[in-house]
């Protein structure tokens, strides 16, 4: 079966460059001999019949969520394991429903968690409380990561939020309430779908004619000079 960083990406869970462009990862039950081929790296489980094998992108056999993430946390760094785990858990609003979703509850990654004895096990006990069953992208779950490490406030992530007359003006990714702040990470729609792009900067128009302060965040913001996104958010929080 396809296992660890292999076995994410047949589930369609998002992962750092360097996961997605590595081997292929294949794995057997003990005590069946791991995988020894060039651009493969084998894997020996000892789950036995414990293992859930399901099946995706036509029939690849791949263990279950729960199990896949826990394959991630010997080799994922702590924010990385938290956008997977975001990903796995994550709960569509009801306004989007999406059939299948989430592919695991939190509460299940935690029974899986406490009887986990695998490499990666202080890892992913130090991922699990820092999951969210709310965010809707890698780029999200990092910047929230990123604020909360800061030392910022902990923020609401894609509530929905309403304008004077209480009418609904949409989600924002990551919210401070009391301050009025918005986070939004700004992706690549703008140059891969012109009408969503749209419909974005309508909503964050809307937002700020509420009386709302909206940083935006992008790529170069979050990955390469983080710690001037971290200014720019602890001072809009200070001036509310």
């Known amino acids: ?37 060039k651009h493969v790296i084998g894997h020996q489980t000892s789950l036995g019949r414990t293992l859930l094998v399901e099946s995706r992108r036509c029939g690849l056999p791949v263990p279950d969520p729960a199990t896949t993430w826990l394959t991630l946390a010997g080799t994922l760094g702590v924010h990385d394991l938290v956008a997977a785990g975001d ?18 509850t939190l509460d299940e990654l935690a029974w899986r968690v406490e009887r986990f004895h695998g490499r990666g096990k202080s890892r992913a006990s130090e991922a699990l409380p820092r999951l969210t069953t709310r965010a809707e992208s890698r780029p999200e779950s990092l910047l929230r990561l990123l604020l909360i490490d800061a030392g910022l ?65 992008r790529k170069y913001g979050l990955f390469t000079a983080p710690n001037t996104t971290v200014r720019r958010v602890a001072t809009a929080l200070a001036r509310r």
């Not at 660890?4 to 990862?25: D, F, Q």
């Not at 990903?87 to 695991?104: D, L, W």
């Not at 894609?158 to 700004?186: H, K, M, Q, S, T």
Request: with cysteine.
């Open 153 to 217: 406030p902990l923020p609401e992530v894609n509530p929905e939020l309403a304008d004077a007359r209480g009418g609904l003006i949409g989600r924002a990714d990551l919210v401070f309430r009391r301050e009025r702040v918005i986070v939004e990470y700004d992706g690549d729609q703008h140059r891969t779908d012109t009408t969503q792009y749209e419909k974005d900067m309508t909503r964050l128009e809307r937002f700020h004619l509420a009386g709302w302060t909206v940083l935006r965040v």
């Open 1 to 37: 079966m396809f296992w660890g960083p292999t076995s994410a990406l047949l589930w369609g869970c998002p992962l750092p460059l360097r996961s997605v462009a590595g081997p292929i990862h294949l794995a057997v039950r003990a005590p069946l001999n791991a995988a020894r081929e």
């Open 87 to 104: 990903y796995f858990a994550h709960v569509p609003p009801e306004s989007h429903p999406v059939p299948g979703r989430p592919f695991v």
